[in-house]
């Protein structure tokens, strides 16, 4: 079985030491979390999860889940490990207390919980990620009725939430959608349709699960302008007739209410998720939020689980990683390059060989970068919600701009960092003993689902960078011009100072030329968006490295701080003057991909 131990000194370091959380967390209604009680649960989730999660993901994954006759089993140890979860409130940390919840930061809910949930068991941490998405929607813009009845099963996870978009021929294309909802005299819809890839759209953990599904009502806008949102609920209470759900027991009609699942898909990984086909016949859903906004709503709810998806792949690196370099210290092959290090073993430790380092340190510095502008963002996600309105704003243009980047870089990387360990275990790696054949199967689905990478990328380029005449964008230069003027007099500051100014520049001219040469032939942005979106992350992770080493060079001496130094080096030297080239291939435009005969592809 992989071994996982959860990386709390780095979250410590993060959130108190780099990033402040506590003084930025001022003001913001969290008065009840200080340090010590934020430290306090980054152990307890970190314990929770390697003692109760991990023993199951392997189980999982070979024995995986039985369907038959529309319904879906759950592989041995997933309904105590999802009870017990419930039952100690780790479901519910950020959710209101008037729900149930503990009102906890954001920051440690989207950042260092879904790092340890889905580093432990991915298939599991699902089901909560994506209830507490439903949650969120439901309990800012649902109906007082709604809300009141059904908020509080929600939070606590005992019933739980999906998230129903994709249709057979409706994938990155929503404005396809045929699901319809046709009103009912009582206030309620009637929705009638097939959703496909429904993740946890059935499944025996719950007793009720409750489908946000996205619909069109007759006679509205054509394409996305005329989709609405619908709760849709697999059981109604047992008591209600119609009208109204107040007053209406949590009892439930075990009659379903015309929600059926009719396959699960087999796939490459998560093979304890279920990916569901549902269909909705004449079932009674409601409104949430108003008529025909429906994908604003779902896109509220879509970049929350962006930044989790993104959390996918570095949690599943993580586990990779410290698989990985354990195998690794224990492995001897051939010898030093400069003369034998242990000459009365047969073999050198390969932690000898400059590759296998190459390897190993790929991954590590990937993971520490992305996890510290995880907590950047983490923190940015509570500060949208401060009352000062200088701070939320700012927050929110720079959660705009970091959530496909998140999502995008971190999966790519997730991948990048599996197969890398994968490859520095030779063997090993690729057969199922050590876990990374697991980890690689299962990591791959984060750079498709939430909208695919090319999708985030064209979302960076192509709105994020132009709203409101590039807004978003000064929130960010601000603190990266202001950061790196602080630090230009300082000769211990140099080798980070120096390369991220250069990619700053970069970045400008970069956004400049997408832009201008975007205005002239929209294919030149959309055939750069990709590479654009990866040197954006290049110079984002370059940023907190630097700010990392600020801090870490204050307190040389400690091994602890400097090797986040020697990481930070190793960013600077041998993973950032990738965006030498991806400049370059951003500046060659379209001709070569759009002049090629289609016929020949
Ligand atoms: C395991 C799994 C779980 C899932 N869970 C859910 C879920 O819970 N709920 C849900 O609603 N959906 C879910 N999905 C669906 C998932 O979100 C979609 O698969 C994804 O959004 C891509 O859509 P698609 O598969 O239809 O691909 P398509 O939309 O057909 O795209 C095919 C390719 O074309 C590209 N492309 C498409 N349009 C454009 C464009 N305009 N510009 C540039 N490139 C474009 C895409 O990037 C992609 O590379 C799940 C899918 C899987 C496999």
């Known amino acids: 079985m992989a071994e996982w131990n959860p990386p709390n000194r780095e979250y410590e370091f993060l959130f108190f030491e780099v990033f402040d959380a506590i003084e930025s967390l001022e003001g913001l209604g969290f008065d009840d979390f200080d340090k010590d009680s934020l430290s306090l649960m980054i152990e307890g989730w970190g314990n929770h999860t390697k003692e109760v999660w991990l023993p199951i993901n392997e189980t999982g994954d070979r024995e995986g889940l039985i369907f038959e006759g529309g319904e879906i089993t759950m592989p041995p140890g997933f309904k105590d490990a999802y009870k017990r979860g419930m039952e100690e409130g780790w479901f519910s940390t950020s959710c209101k207390p008037e729900h149930g919840g503990m009102g906890a930061p954001l920051c440690f809910q989207s950042v260092t919980w879904s790092e340890y949930g889905t580093a432990t068991c991915m298939a599991l941490s699902v089901f909560p990620a994506l209830s507490n998405g439903v949650y969120e929607v439901l309990s800012k813009h649902g109906s007082k009725d709604l809300v009141d009845y059904f908020a509080r099963k929600l939070a606590t996870g005992e019933w739980a939430g999906t998230m129903c978009l994709t249709e057979p021929h409706a994938g990155t294309d929503l404005g396809l959608i045929s699901t319809k909802a046709e009103p009912r005299p009582d206030g309620s819809y009637q929705v009638s349709g097939t959703k496909m890839f ?150 050198d430790s390969i932690l000898v060989h400059p ?106 380029a192509g709105r994020k960078i132009t709203k409101d005449f590039g807004a978003n964008l000064r929130h960010l230069m601000w603190p990266l011009i202001e950061f790196i003027e602080e630090n230009r007099e300082s000769k211990d500051m140099e080798e980070f100072n120096k390369p991220l100014y250069k990619g700053v520049r970069g970045l400008q001219q970069l956004t400049l030329m997408m832009v201008s040469e975007g205005m002239a032939n929209p294919n030149f942005l959309a055939a750069g968006a990709s590479d654009y979106c990866r040197y954006f992350g290049n110079v984002l992770l370059g940023y907190t490295w630097a700010k990392t080493a600020q801090v870490c060079l204050e307190r040389r001496g400690d091994p602890f701080y400097d090797a986040k130094l020697s990481s930070a080096r190793f960013f600077f030297d041998r993973i950032f003057p990738e965006t030498i080239s991806l400049a370059a291939k951003i500046q060659s435009g379209p001709k070569t991909l759009m002049e090629y005969p289609e016929a020949m592809i």
């Open 198 to 347: 429904i993740t946890a759209g059935e499944h025996d953990m719950t007793e009720n699960i409750l489908h946000l599904v996205l619909a069109k009502v007759p006679g509205g806008p054509e394409g996305t302008k005329g989709i609405s949102l619908f709760l849709v609920p697999k059981h109604l209470p047992s008591d209600w007739g119609s009208g109204p759900l107040a007053g209406s027991s949590h009892e439930l009609n075990h009659q379903k209410n015309g929600v059926t699942c009719s396959g699960s898909e087999g796939k490459m990984g998560l093979h304890a998720s279920p990916t569901c086909v549902m269909n909705f016949e004449q079932s009674v859903g409601w409104l949430v939020g108003p008529l025909h906004r429906g994908m604003p709503l779902m896109f509220e709810m879509m970049n929350r689980e962006r930044l989790a998806t993104g959390m996918m792949g570095l949690g599943l690196a993580e586990i990779s990683y410290q698989n990985a370099a354990a195998w690794c210290r224990e492995r001897r092959q051939g010898r030093d390059l400069r003369g034998a290090r242990d000459p009365e073993e047969e073999a």
């Open 355 to 460: 590759d296998v380092r190459r390897m190993l340190l790929q991954a590590k510095v990937n993971i520490e970068g992305c996890r510290a502008l995880a907590s950047w963002t983490g923190i940015l996600l509570d500060q949208m919600h401060s009352d000062d309105k200088e701070v939320s704003e700012s927050a929110s243009a720079l959660v705009a701009l970091l959530t496909p980047i998140v999502k995008a870089h971190f999966t790519d990387l997730g991948c990048e960092t599996v197969d890398t360990c994968m490859q520095v275990m030779g063997g090993a790696g690729y057969c199922s003993e050590f876990g990374v054949e697991q980890f690689y199967r299962d990591v791959r689905i984060s750079k498709i689902w939430e909208g695919t990478n090319g999708i985030q990328a064209l979302d960076l």
